[in-house]
């Protein structure tokens, strides 16, 4: 062993001898040491190298996003104006109060299923811009049943789709009877038949049934 890879040190008056020499180094810590020397000799190229891998990690993962917003946004205008136009309807018909929603509303509506904030008005911002340009689309401010103004849209185009999609839904629904004292058959919606009804008074009377489309109206 070469005296210069020795050096002496003194502790509690005792003279401590210790060899730099890496000839009898056990394995394990030589694989430690190595990976430290080289850590430290290239620390700056590892730390480029790590921000490159996460920049493009990002930019892959926010243009995925885009991409999946952009294809999401036409479904989106078109869900708005079935809304719009379904409410101009409800009003026409005497079942709604009014004949316009509140952006707001109509926003926490459709975006039901987006929980991210920054998201969901990334979102509504391209949708928004979309309906305003539509001619059928009224906007304008008006004061809500709680007393605050809001920015509502107003459907003002044509309802005869809607209620030619109606009348058709009725005609499919199919509720079938017969005046006097005959037997009267009634089919739900969903095509199961109900038990029929026996009038012995002979009565005419129609039994109205209703349900619910499964989502609120305003």
């Known amino acids: 062993m070469a005296t210069n890879q020795i050096f002496s040190t003194r502790r ?38 790590m ?22 946004v036409p479904m989106l205008v078109s ?28 926003r926490d509506d459709v975006l039901r299923d ?5 998201r969901r008005e990334a979102l509504w911002k391209r949708v928004r811009a979309v309906v305003e340009m539509n001619a059928n689309v009224r906007a304008s401010e008006r004061e809500l049943r709680a007393g605050d103004v809001s920015r509502v849209w107003e459907w003002i185009g044509n309802l ?9 839904g009725g005609r499919r ?8 004292d005959q037997r009267r058959d009634s089919f739900t919606p969903n095509g199961r038949a109900v038990m029929p009804l026996e009038n012995g008074q002979g009565s005419n009377e129609m039994e109205k049934r209703h349900w619910d489309e499964g989502r609120p109206i305003y």
């Open 12 to 49: 509690s008056h005792r003279n401590l001898l210790a060899s730099t020499s890496l000839a009898r180094i056990p394995f394990s810590c030589g694989v430690r040491r190595s990976l430290r020397l080289a850590v430290a000799r290239y620390r700056i190229q590892i730390t480029v190298l």
């Open 51 to 72: 921000i490159i891998a996460y920049s493009i990690f990002y930019a892959r993962s926010r243009i995925m996003t885009l991409r999946s917003d952009t294809a999401r």
């Open 79 to 106: 869900t708005t104006l079935d809304r719009l136009a379904t409410q101009a309807a409800l009003y026409n018909r005497g079942d709604a109060p009014e004949s316009w929603i509140s952006i707001g509303q109509l």
């Open 114 to 118: 987006e929980f991210s904030a920054k």
């Open 160 to 168: 005869g789709l809607v209620d030619d999609t109606w009348a058709e």
């Open 173 to 180: 629904s199919g509720v079938r009877f017969s005046l006097g």
